[in-house]
Nanobody
Framework: VQLQASGGGLVQTGDSLRLSCAAS????????MGWFRQAPGKERDFLAV????????YYADSVEGRFTISRDNAKNTVYLQMNSLKPEDTAVYYCARSRAGIYARSPSEYDYWGQGTLVTVSS
């Protein structure tokens, strides 16, 4: 399984950005998928997770209401729509495949990771 994250960039406070994560393999729809981020010198933090069907989602409190996770199983792709971006959202963003279902929140519960895409929000 390979995950390829894309869509990061430099934006201004209040802007929106959509990240994509394309997955290889035939079993994409069988797994929940999550997004994490890691700022310099900090731990990798859970942001959101979506079930294999796309019908169930969960978010970290820090992004609920601003970020939306979704997936297109026909395209083997998971998305993270980010609105009202703030400078504190600056980080490398990672997509990952859950090995522990929809309730996975810890990085240790995810087995495959994308390479990360950098999001920088200027004030």
């Amino acid at each position: 399984v390979q995950l390829q994250a894309s869509g990061g960039g430099l934006v201004q406070t209040g802007d929106s950005l959509r990240l994509s994560c394309a997955a290889s393999g035939r079993t994409f729809s069988s797994y929940s998928m999550g997004w994490f981020r890691q700022a310099p010198g900090k731990e990798r933090d859970f942001l959101a997770v979506v079930s294999g069907t796309g019908l169930t989602t969960y978010y970290a409190d820090s992004v609920e209401g601003r970020f939306t996770i979704s997936r297109d199983n026909a395209k083997n792709t998971v998305y993270l729509q980010m609105n009202s971006l703030k400078p504190e959202d600056t980080a490398v963003y990672y997509c990952a495949r859950s090995r522990a279902g929809i309730y996975a929140r810890s990085p240790s519960e995810y087995d495959y990771w994308g390479q990360g895409t950098l999001v920088t929000v200027s004030s």
